[in-house]
C-alpha cells in the first residue's frame, strides 16, 4: 500500500473563528461539527479537522498549504476582518502565486493560486 494523505489535524482555542476562516474565507466544505471538533475537506477529498484544545502556534512548526481560487482576493478579505499576514501575494518561480498568513490561532497557513503550468515553470529554472 502507498502512502497517502487522510487527515490534517488544527488544533484551534475556539472552534466558531477556525471554522469560520477555513470553510468561509478559504472555502472548505463542512461536512460536520460535533464536541469540540469540525470536520472539513479540500475540493480534492483531504480532511481537515479542527480539534477544539489548548494551542501553541509556532512560526516553525508544519504550515498548511491550501490552494485558494483568488489568493489576491482572499488574502484581502482576510485583512479586512484583521487577520495577520506574514507574506503578501507574490508570484513565485515554480509557478504559483502565494501569500502566508496566519490562522485564528497563529498557526502558518499558506494560501496559493496556480498560474500556468508549475512542472514547465520549474523546467525553466533548472
Not at 2 to 24: C, E, H, K, M
Not at 79 to 99: C, L
Amino acid at each position: 500500500m502507498s502512502t497517502t494523505l487522510a487527515r490534517i489535524v488544527v488544533s484551534t482555542s475556539d472552534l466558531d473563528p477556525s471554522v469560520a476562516f477555513y470553510a468561509d474565507l478559504v472555502g472548505l466544505t463542512v461536512e460536520r461539527r460535533q464536541d469540540g471538533f469540525a470536520w472539513l475537506r479540500t475540493a480534492d477529498g483531504v480532511e481537515v479537522m479542527l480539534h477544539e484544545r489548548p494551542t501553541t502556534p509556532s512560526m516553525a512548526a508544519v504550515a498548511v498549504g491550501l490552494f485558494v481560487a483568488d489568493v489576491d482576493k482572499t488574502v484581502a478579505a482576510w485583512q479586512e476582518q484583521g487577520g495577520g499576514v506574514i507574506d503578501p501575494p507574490a508570484d513565485q518561480p515554480w509557478g504559483e502565486r502565494m501569500a502566508v498568513v496566519t490562522d485564528p490561532d497563529g498557526h502558518v497557513v499558506c494560501l496559493s493560486q496556480q498560474r500556468g503550468s508549475a512542472q514547465v515553470e520549474v523546467e525553466q529554472l533548472a
